[in-house]
């Protein structure tokens, strides 16, 4: 389907912008496109992953994935039957979808695409997406947040009473789209033309281990137990995360003033804004005293799976330049215009606001496009009207699809996306219809 997606977006946009006489334009927006995909997405995100994969590896090898992985069994084993429970993925996927609920892009991201490369270690089918991953990606593009943190940083920039007023709305919009992702993605897979054919009978065909597309992770030696000083250590490092919560969370127990952002909040705001203030410091604090208190070498550890980082940004430019040029194409021709007013009179019927179309058509293929249409809503009907508020819950609760399938599956080498792509979009329209319903009933 990505294929026919693509090619769809690529003459589709030629013939727009040759017929709109905006065929310079065009040619502009792929060269800069495919630019923006290596000089500002690739090469930076190679730190990152770097960074978040060492700290991956820390945490693989001192046991503390199997444990998350333990807890979460009952729930990973209905969502993906075909992982074994104790797999390094499920502790990756575990980690994964935590970061997207606190809004942590930088630490989701890189988690992520260590699922995936882990999901297609069990590949027997190396190239074409297995059930889980096409669940994994839904669950990514329907993902729960407990806070739109840049919908509220522009809410914030552009003085609006309450900033905060569009987390409970967002909560409850991502959950929508997490339960029809979820439904979808399960219901999809059954569909004929979805289904994986059989494998062909033989040792040849034994298992992902027949000729796996990607390195299988390696079993992680069983740590040392946890020694004196490490519980020590590991005691007075939750003692002190507690007190810096409850200094940065409730500042007047600490004879400290409210920050002025934080003054319409109410406790149960601040508590949520408080973890995803602290969460990556104490993650990278974390796991390293972990590591080093179960016996392990945390220096070298972590070197080791940060050589992964590089190797994966390397490895799914090719996936982004190739999205993001067809995306910038299209947009560039007049795209998104055109099925704005296409779609219009159509959605003019359901009273869906039309002021809302070119957001909610943009968000599945730009997140910085997405945003700048944000922007200009806000300056245009004020940062506290029912429009900006349901736009702004709306950008919180979708996902820029297209890049999340381009990155996840460029990563593992992936090349049939079998229901992945319906399923994302199945994500974001029930996103985006869960908004209009839910402030209107909140926002009246």
């Not at 979460?72 to 209905?78: E, K, N």
């Not at 994994?136 to 739109?148: D, E, H």
């Not at 065909?205 to 992770?217: I, R, S």
């Not at 319906?422 to 985006?432: M, N, P, S």
């Amino acid at each position: 389907m990505l294929n026919y997606l693509w090619l769809a977006l690529v003459l589709g946009a030629v013939a727009l912008g040759g017929w709109n006489g905006q065929l310079p334009t065009v040619t502009e927006r792929a060269l800069n496109m495919a630019r923006f995909a290596v000089m500002d997405l690739a090469l930076p995100l190679a730190g990152v992953m770097a960074l978040w994969l060492g700290m991956m590896r820390l945490a693989e090898r001192s046991g503390l994935v199997r444990v998350l992985a333990r807890a979460l069994r009952p729930v990973l084993t209905r969502l993906f039957p075909d992982v074994p429970p104790e797999h390094p993925a499920m502790g990756a996927m575990v980690m994964n979808i935590a970061a997207n609920m606190l809004g942590l892009a930088n630490a989701a991201t890189p988690l992520g695409l260590r699922a995936m490369r882990d999901l297609e270690s069990l590949n027997p089918r190396p190239g074409t997406a297995t059930n889980a991953m096409c669940t994994f990606l839904a669950i990514n593009t329907g993902s729960v947040q407990l806070i739109p943190v840049t919908a509220i940083a522009v809410l914030v920039a552009n003085h609006a009473r309450e900033p905060a007023a569009i987390i409970g709305p967002a909560f409850a919009a991502t959950a929508c789209a997490a339960v029809c992702a979820v439904t979808g993605v399960k219901l999809l897979q059954r569909l004929p033309w979805f289904q994986l054919p059989p494998l062909p009978a033989g040792p040849a065909a034994a298992g992902p281990a027949a000729a796996p597309a990607a390195e299988p992770t390696p079993e992680a030696p069983a740590p040392g137990p946890l020694s004196r000083w490490g519980g020590v250590a590991l005691g007075l490092f939750a003692l002190g995360f507690l007190a810096l919560f409850l200094r940065t969370a409730f500042p007047a127990l600490f004879g400290r003033e409210q920050p002025a952002d934080w003054a319409a909040d109410g406790p149960g705001v601040r508590v949520v804004k408080t973890l995803s203030l602290l969460a990556l410091p104490a993650l990278l604090g974390f796991f390293p005293l972990f590591a080093a208190a179960r016996g392990l070498r945390v220096y070298e550890e972590f070197t080791e799976g940060a050589k992964e980082g590089f190797q994966v940004s390397l490895r799914i430019i090719p996936n982004l330049v190739a999205m993001l040029v067809a995306i910038g194409m299209f947009r560039g021709a007049g795209g998104v215009e055109l099925l704005t007013a296409l779609l219009q009179p159509v959605l003019s019927l359901v009273h869906f606001p039309p002021e809302l179309l070119p957001i909610a058509l943009i968000r599945p293929l730009s997140g910085s496009g997405a945003l700048g249409v944000f922007t200009e809503l806000v300056k245009q009907y004020g940062p506290d009207s029912l429009l900006t508020r349901t736009a702004g819950t709306l950008y919180g609760s979708t996902e820029t699809t297209f890049y999340v399938l381009a990155v996840y599956f460029g990563a593992a080498n992936i090349r049939r996306t079998r229901h992945a792509v319906l399923a994302g979009l199945i994500a974001d329209t029930a996103g985006v219809i869960a908004s209009v319903i839910i402030c209107r009933l909140v926002f009246g």
